[in-house]
């Protein structure tokens, strides 16, 4: 979160105003890590966004319009309040849903990936593999954020595709539709990313916890 972090880094130099922001910024955190500890669904959270997270919002926006006349703009903290106000409509929309997160982080490490592979994304084949390969990290990506196991996932979905799965119920076979079919178990070790290679796909055995009906043929 660039806003959080500008004032961070200022506050670490010893500027006074950007740590009155980053106590108010950092209550806003604070609500977030009671509602995943809390197990919060969606509606939940929204609930809970509204009821403390929306007044903290209005004590940081009157802090903002109170201390963007007092920085100078060319300071780190004044670029900071800058980018701050001009995002606003932003990064208020957390409060209408609550499926959306209070920071992106979890955006940047994704794109991170991405840039690492820079590399590897020269020999997609022109357009067409460049299209194909974002789907591909799309739905790998799609199944880290939801707890699902890729490689057994892809065994599973493609299972399935092979036997026929009618086109019509396709978002069906999205990883954030899979119920148990394909999730690690809690005790299993986290997950890595995937960095998939054009023309390198090992022949490994699937997963052992894929599906229980697909156990057999697995085997």
Not at 140 to 163: D, E
């Amino acid at each position: 979160m660039l806003v959080a972090r500008t004032q961070v880094e200022a506050a670490k130099e010893g500027d006074r105003i950007a740590l009155e922001g980053v106590r108010i910024i950092a209550r806003l955190f604070a609500i977030e890590r009671a509602s995943t500890i809390a197990g919060d669904t969606a509606g939940q959270r929204r609930a809970r966004r509204e009821q403390l997270s929306h007044p903290i919002l209005d004590e940081l926006r009157a802090w903002l319009d109170d201390k963007r006349g007092l920085v100078p703009p060319r300071t780190p903290l004044g670029k900071g309040l800058g980018y701050l106000h001009r995002q606003w409509h932003r990064l208020i929309l957390f409060l209408d849903d609550g499926h959306i997160e209070l920071t992106n982080n979890r955006r940047e490490r994704e794109l991170r990936r991405l840039v690492l592979g820079r590399r590897n994304w020269l020999f997609t084949w022109l357009d067409l593999g460049g299209e194909r390969t974002a789907a591909i990290l799309s739905i790998l990506g799609t199944c880290i954020a939801h707890g699902v196991n890729p490689r057994a996932y892809l065994h599973h979905a493609t299972k399935l595709l092979v036997q026929g799965w009618p086109q019509t119920k396709l978002r069906e076979l999205l990883p954030d539709r899979v119920t148990g079919a394909c999730r690690a178990p809690r005790t299993a070790p986290r997950t890595r990313a995937i960095t998939p290679r054009v023309g390198s796909f090992p022949a490994r055995r699937p997963a052992p916890w894929c599906t229980a009906a697909g156990a057999d043929e697995t085997a």
